[in-house]
């Protein structure tokens, strides 16, 4: 068989086709593992900010490393999360921004946003009362922990 300058064109031209395809296919795969590491980076990153602090009845308290704010020398702001075990019928989780009072020891919640199983989520902005920090609990590990000066 002879090969003629028409069929070298015409597969020289399938080649570029092709090589195209594999070009295409090449960063089409870069893009989706690209995007499947920074997903991974992105979710390893959330779960690094939010640190464990204890159990109390089979829930689990953390607090958001990153909203630890303090506001002057005696106040620290914080989000915490507390997650609910499946055993609890109504309540999945409940976020607070906590504010305590270093010197005082005492805490109040100045926003709380309730997520229940059944889907319904609701908030409140009304600050609760200020409470002082019982011995033994979360609160006071909470207090141990952000208000080291």
Sequence with gaps: MNITSEHYG???AGGL???????LLSAVNYAVVSGIVL???????????????????????????LTVSHVNKDIVRFWT???FPDSDPKLSELRYLNEINCTKR?????????KQKNGKNSMSDEPSPVMNIVPDTMFEKFHETLCKK
């Design 81 to 83: 999360i507390q997650l």
């Design 10 to 12: 015409a597969l020289r």
């Design 17 to 23: 086709r092709s090589l195209r395809h594999v070009l």
């Design 106 to 114: 005492t805490i109040r919640f100045i926003q709380a946003h309730i």
């Design 39 to 65: 997903l991974a980076l992105n979710a390893m990153a959330l779960d690094a900010r939010w640190k464990f602090i204890g159990m109390a009845n089979d829930v689990n308290f953390y607090y958001d490393t």
